[in-house]
């Protein structure tokens, strides 16, 4: 299953649900400088001889200056699979059982995580995670924005 079949998937899953994602508490803020700078990510649109519309990521100056360095990022897990452990996943802004549109201004940022080592405990609390900003034009492997090489810093 592709990358983006699989995104598509988890947001479905969460608007399936909005009766439940409204009975949870509110999250705890989590945007600081290195999430606004994810949100920033742009798609050049074009569209093919055959009418096929491509989106191309676009990367704004705040988010080039990040490539290839280490940041720090406080999230909730989105994983792709079922399962406890994961070694890689969506880091997002918000729970995995919250509503990504409710009470938002737009699609809150996500980020594609890979563990340098090992697996992550998914959990419904947020936790923090360090790792290295890549940016990523080619879809078929993965998200637009991706930290590798991450590890856990803090659990809540």
């Given at each position: 299953?592709?990358?983006?079949?699989?995104?598509?998937?988890?947001?479905?899953?969460?608007?399936?649900?909005?009766?439940?994602?409204?009975?949870?508490?509110?999250?705890?803020?989590?945007?600081?400088?290195?999430?606004?700078?994810?949100?920033?990510?742009?798609?050049?649109?074009?569209?093919?001889?055959?009418?096929?519309?491509?989106?191309?990521?676009?990367?704004?100056?705040?988010?080039?200056?990040?490539?290839?360095?280490?940041?720090?990022?406080?999230?909730?897990?989105?994983?792709?699979?079922?399962?406890?452990?994961?070694?890689?996943?969506?880091?997002?802004?918000?729970?995995?059982?919250?509503?990504?549109?409710?009470?938002?201004?737009?699609?809150p940022p996500?980020?594609?995580?890979?563990?340098?080592?090992?697996?992550?405990?998914?959990?419904?609390?947020?936790?923090?995670?360090?790792?290295?900003?890549?940016?990523?034009?080619?879809?078929?492997?993965?998200?637009?924005?991706?930290l590798l090489?991450?590890?856990?810093?803090?659990?809540?």
């Amino acid at each position: 299953m592709s990358f983006q079949k699989m995104l598509n998937l988890i947001l479905l899953c969460l608007l399936v649900h909005p009766a439940k994602a409204q009975n949870l508490p509110d999250h705890k803020p989590m945007m600081n400088k290195v999430w606004e700078a994810f949100d920033e990510l742009m798609y050049k649109v074009t569209t093919e001889e055959d009418g096929t519309t491509v989106y191309t990521p676009h990367f704004p100056k705040v988010l080039k200056e990040l490539e290839n360095t280490q940041v720090t990022l406080p999230g909730y897990m989105v994983p792709f699979e079922l399962g406890k452990q994961h070694h890689v996943f969506m880091l997002s802004v918000l729970p995995v059982m919250q509503c990504m549109f409710c009470g938002q201004n737009g699609i809150p940022p996500l980020v594609q995580v890979t563990m340098k080592r090992g697996k992550a405990k998914f959990s419904d609390h947020p936790f923090t995670i360090r790792g290295k900003v890549y940016l990523n034009t080619n879809l078929e492997k993965g998200a637009e924005i991706q930290l590798l090489d991450a590890e856990i810093v803090e659990e809540q």
